[in-house]
């Protein structure tokens, strides 16, 4: 049984595949930002090499180690990670997606059975079947699988991982850095994310000249960047849309890119629970989402946002055009946008949901049998 003394805080360690940029990475920043610091010591560990926001948690004071190991399959990692947890005394391992806990669960198993939670943060589309299945064996290392929707509850029960080990705690925000704006007349409708095939850019694009011919003004701003920009940029010449389309590449401050903006778009094939969204939500804006994985928890079809089919570019014309323009009715769905992340999905809560967690995993040890 775990029995912390009074003076011994709960050592942490976050193990990520990679920390550059996304809603992923940008998560881990709120757990280093709204832990309880009188309870619970962090550390972070990310198994390629260091990114911005590895910057953005040591700002907030918790360490970051790199192990500089590309993608492709590294057994050494396992004994680096197994040394890792040993040397800082961590009481529990929290992994994030499946690369990280491919290796950090049978890592903490070598290094003295440390308990692991595991999240899975979106539906793991376009992995290989031998990844798939190397999940499925190592999740039984985990006390707990912490799903951010239900869709990827239901999922991961459907692969095998068993009902006990699933738990639901939804991803959550900041919504005092990100302050109620409104939709803003005549700006541009904005796309953030990492721009890969599964985020969807190419059907948006497909859909901005039903757009522009209803609307002349109409202009996009995509925040983000990826390998699939330069097909995206040539798709967007093709379509005899580049005039009207911006790529921002990478932002830091998504706050103002979603600030200038009259709507937000996500036109993913799939989602876990977006932050782009929440975020986008919080200010205030219309937003319409694609109707995959968790964005139907997210956004009520009509009253917080719209849903379309993916891989739609008719069906997502015709709601920007439902959205472009601040009026009453847009300004009302932003209204209630805000409200529904302010009750729903506070990061203060989703931390406090995974610390409590622990503490509940950790009274439990060692068994892993439960």
């Known amino acids: ?122 539906q793991s589309v376009g992995t290989s079947r031998r990844h798939r299945l190397a999940f499925r064996f190592t999740a039984r290392l985990a006390r707990r699988v912490v799903c951010v929707s239900e869709d990827a509850q239901k999922l991961s029960a459907t692969e095998g991982v068993a009902e006990r080990r699933l738990a639901v705690i939804r991803n959550g925000i900041d919504t005092e850095r990100f302050a109620y704006s409104g939709p803003q007349p005549g700006g541009p409708v904005a796309m953030v994310g990492r721009l890969v095939p599964l985020k969807g850019a190419d059907t948006l694009l497909r859909a901005v000249p039903q757009v522009a011919r209803a609307r002349p003004d109409f202009r996009l701003e995509i925040a983000g960047d990826g390998p699939a920009r330069p097909e995206l940029e040539a798709l967007a010449r093709g379509l005899g849309v580049a005039d009207r389309v911006t790529f921002l590449g990478n932002v830091r401050d998504v706050p103002a890119v979603l600030g200038r903006a009259a709507a937000l778009v996500l036109p993913s094939l799939s989602e876990g629970i977006s932050l782009t969204l929440l975020e986008a939500m919080a200010r205030g804006l219309p937003v319409v989402a694609t109707n995959v994985g968790g964005n139907p928890e997210v956004v009520e079809h009509g009253a917080t946002g719209l849903l379309v089919p993916p891989a739609a570019p008719d069906a997502l014309a015709a709601a920007l055009l439902e959205v472009c323009d601040a009026t009453d009715a847009t300004r009302a769905i932003g209204l209630a946008g805000r409200a529904r992340v302010e009750s729903a999905f506070c990061v203060r809560r989703m931390v406090a949901e995974y610390e409590a967690l622990y503490l509940r995993v950790l009274r439990r040890a060692p068994a892993l049998s439960e």
């Not at 360690?13 to 709120?30: A, F, I």
């Not at 309880?36 to 590895?54: E, N, Q, S, W």
């Open 1 to 122: 049984m775990f029995a912390p003394r009074s003076s011994h805080k709960v050592r942490v360690t976050h193990v990520v595949g990679q920390l550059r940029t996304g809603g992923m990475e940008r998560l881990l920043v709120e757990f280093a930002r709204h832990a309880d610091r009188a309870r619970f010591d962090l550390r972070f560990v990310c198994l390629d090499t260091a990114g911005p926001v590895a910057d953005d948690i040591t700002a907030c004071g918790w360490p970051v180690e790199c192990l500089g190991a590309p993608e492709g399959l590294r057994p050494s990692l396992l004994f680096r990670l197994a040394r890792a947890f040993a040397r800082t005394g961590t009481d529990l391992v929290h992994t994030h997606n499946n690369r990280a806990h491919i290796y950090a669960g049978p890592a903490a198993a070598l290094s003295g059975l440390r308990p692991v939670i595991h999240t899975r943060h979106g």
